[in-house]
Every structure is written in C-alpha cells, then in structure tokens.
C-alpha cells in the first residue's frame, strides 16, 4: 500500500468514521480503538439504526465512550434509515420515515451540542416509487430548513451530500452540482448560510466527475470532506485514485476543515487499515 509522506499531510486534520471502521467491534469500543491507532477525532452515522430518539443511557454511553477515550466527534449523521443497507435518507420520504426524521432533529442536534459536534449530515433519501419527484423536493427543503435551524441554534453547520448511482441508484444527489443546488435552496430558505457541501471524493469519482475541478469550484463551499479510494472503497493506495494530490489541492483551495476516513478496511482489522497515513499525522492539531 502507497504511504503518504509526513510532510504531505502534516497540516491536514483527520477523523475516523467508526460506522464503516471499527464496526468489528461494539460501538462503545471504537472511540478507544480509533485511539489506540492514533487518532484524536471521530464521525458517525446515526449509530441508533432501528430508532430516531434512543433512550437516553444509549446517548449517554456514547458521549462517555468517546471523552474516556480522548476523541472528538466532528460530524453526525441525522437519521437515515438502515445505513449500511438500502436506505439512503430520510427525510424526503413521505409518511412515517420523514416523520422519523423530524423526530431525530432536534435529538441529534442536542447530542452533537452535548460532545462537542459541529457538523450534522442530512442524507436526501431515496425516489419512491408512486410518489411525484417534486412532491419529495418540497418535502425535502422543509426538512431540510428545520435540521438547518436546528444546527443552527447549536452552533453547527448542516452537510448536503451527493452519492453515487452506480451503488445508489434512487438516490437524486448524484453530482456535486446537484448538492450545492441543495446547499443554496436551503440557504436562501432560512437566510442562515449554514447549509455546506459535503465533499466525498468517493462519490464523486464513482459518478465520472473531475474531482479536481470539483475542489477547484466548490472548496470554498465544503463543510466537510471523506475519503476513500476507487475502485473498491478501500484505503488510500488500493486503488488509482491520486488522493495525496487532491487533499493537496483541497488545502490550496482553502480548505481547512476536517478528512473523514469513510473506507472499508478489507481483509483485515481495522487497526491495521492505517498504514498509508504516518502515525505522528493521524492526531488533529
């Protein structure tokens, strides 16, 4: 596996997703996993797949988890759905799931204040068959305003991001420019400017875009940014994506923000999915 060089990353602050690492373990034995291999800085989806507002113990045990194990959450996912699984959002979906969704708002909001969280991902969600596309849209953006004013109140910014069709079909944010059209209705909704893209060069380099003129366009609009190589979501050097160059790029862009590692670690533990990243550059400064 291709190793960055220390100083191609010394500036760059990096998080682990512990929804797609570490799940070889409990959830409440992450946080000390992802820092045992020398990371100070987390991101989750909604951990509660089964329900919008976990009981309270649930909620607290995580926030303990994660101070006893020195780490930071950067960013949370609202409610999704079944992630992974076929869900992909829920809060366009008319009927019980946006009801879900509504329900976790200001849940989520109140937890990421409680730890410190700063960001919050509102996945779109998926077309329903039968159900008028634009009848999803307005849906969306009213859902989308309520998670924006509750990120707000809390001092967070609200992430839009675009997948990808190949493994998300039904999925309608399928290309960066299809985001921001998201990010600015939101924005011009709540007049609070804190709707930002979530940059995931995965995604993007699944769709065909040109990550590069991606960056080059939208940087200044990122809230946030994942990582993973293409082809086969693994670590960086698995496969040809030129990741090195583009985080580059992203901080000669202006981008100052967190990486979140969001790859399958493959055929091994996830402890052992870190040896492209030197350890002296995996805690945040």
């Known amino acids: 596996m291709a190793r960055f060089p220390e100083g191609a990353v010394t500036d760059q602050r990096f998080d682990v997703n512990l929804s797609i690492l570490f799940t070889e373990l409990p959830l409440l034995e992450r946080p000390?996993?992802?820092?045992?291999?020398?990371?100070?800085?987390?991101?989750?989806?909604?951990?509660?797949?089964?329900?919008?507002?976990?009981?309270?113990?649930?909620?607290?045990?995580?926030?303990?988890?994660?101070?006893?194990?020195?780490?930071?959450?950067?960013?949370?996912?609202?409610?999704?759905?079944?992630?992974?699984?076929?869900?992909?959002?829920?809060?366009?979906?008319p009927g019980e799931e946006s009801d879900r969704f509504r329900a976790n708002i200001d849940f989520a909001a109140d937890f990421a204040a409680s730890v410190g969280c700063r960001a919050l991902n509102a996945l779109y969600g998926n077309r329903v068959e039968g159900v008028d596309a634009a009848v999803q849209d307005e849906l969306a953006l009213e859902n989308l305003a309520m998670a924006a004013r509750a990120?707000?109140?809390?001092?967070?910014?609200?992430?839009?991001?675009?997948?990808?069709?190949?493994?998300?079909?039904?999925?309608?944010?399928?290309?960066?420019?299809?985001?921001?059209?998201?990010?600015?209705?939101?924005?011009?909704?709540?007049?609070?400017?804190?709707?930002?893209?979530?940059?995931?060069?995965?995604?993007?380099?699944?769709?065909?875009?040109?990550?590069?003129?991606?960056?080059?366009?939208?940087?200044?609009?990122?809230?946030?940014?994942?990582?993973a190589d293409n082809p086969g979501r693994g670590a960086p050097g698995t496969g040809s994506l030129p990741l090195e160059e583009l985080i580059s790029e992203l901080r000669k862009a202006g981008y100052g923000g967190w990486v979140g590692l969001e790859y399958k670690p493959g055929d091994r533990p996830s402890s052992e999915a870190f040896d492209w990243l030197p350890v002296e550059a995996r805690a945040a400064r």
């Open 151 to 227: 990120a707000h109140r809390v001092g967070a910014i609200l992430l839009i991001e675009a997948l990808n069709k190949p493994e998300s079909p039904l999925y309608p944010l399928v290309s960066a420019p299809s985001a921001i059209e998201i990010v600015d209705k939101v924005n011009a909704a709540t007049g609070l400017g804190n709707a930002k893209f979530l940059l995931d060069i995965y995604h993007l380099s699944m769709n065909g875009e040109d990550v590069s003129q991606v960056i080059g366009a939208y940087a200044d609009r990122t809230g946030h940014v994942q990582i």
């Open 32 to 93: 000390a996993a992802a820092a045992a291999a020398g990371f100070t800085a987390v991101e989750l989806w909604w951990p509660w797949t089964e329900t919008p507002t976990p009981d309270q113990s649930e909620l607290d045990s995580l926030r303990q988890a994660l101070v006893d194990a020195g780490t930071r959450l950067v960013g949370l996912n609202f409610y999704a759905g079944q992630l992974p699984g076929p869900d992909r959002g829920a809060l366009s979906v």
